[in-house]
């Protein structure tokens, strides 16, 4: 690689990192009132699962844990949390009593309206200084840039050798 063309893949690779980190840094307890990214994540998941599987009664630890990409114990203690503050409740799974179902109360089921809500207005203030066309051009771009990503990881790791360091 010549000179010219390592410099400008520099510039390139610090762009992007520069744009990831702004985004990391974005400070989001003014708009999530009281409660962590991580919460939020937490309630919208259960949430999601009471809508799409409206005959279970509620969601397992285990895969709460796969869903979020955290520890089972990572899980358990934001767990505590929202059952302190009386947004969710375990129950004992009759089949099986093992494992815990875990269920949004209606304190929990509130939250994640509020949320919505408030993240939704959020959203339509940055989509209104953007103009719904760029906004949409932009978030088809960062789609198209992370499936361009992940398709060079798969590529990557199909092509790495047992035991081989990149």
């Known amino acids: 690689m010549n000179p010219r063309d390592e410099e400008r893949e520099n510039q390139l690779l610090m762009e ?15 708009l999530l009132k ?7 994540q937490l309630l919208k998941t ?9 005959d279970i009664p509620g969601v397992y630890v285990n895969d709460l844990a796969e869903r979020l990409g955290i520890t089972k114990s990572g899980v358990s203690k934001l767990l505590r949390y929202l059952e302190a503050r009386g947004q ?12 815990t179902f875990v269920c949004l109360t209606e304190e929990g089921f509130a939250m ?14 940055v989509v209104d200084a953007l103009g719904e066309a760029r906004y949409l051009e ?3 771009g960062m ?9 060079e990881l798969e590529q990557a790791n199909e092509s790495k050798k047992p035991g081989e360091e990149t």
Request: net charge positive; proline share 3%; glycine share 2%.
């Open 16 to 30: 992007y990192f520069y744009m990831v980190k702004a985004f990391q840094r974005l400070n989001w307890d003014s």
């Open 34 to 40: 009281g409660v962590s990214v991580r919460e939020v």
């Open 46 to 54: 259960i949430e999601q699962f009471h809508c799409t599987h409206p």
């Open 88 to 99: 969710i409740e375990r129950r004992v799974d009759p089949d099986n009593r093992r494992n």
């Open 112 to 125: 994640c309206k509020r949320q919505r809500k408030n993240y939704g207005a959020f959203l339509m203030r």
């Open 138 to 140: 932009i978030l088809a």
């Open 143 to 151: 789609r198209e840039m992370t499936q361009c990503m992940a398709h």
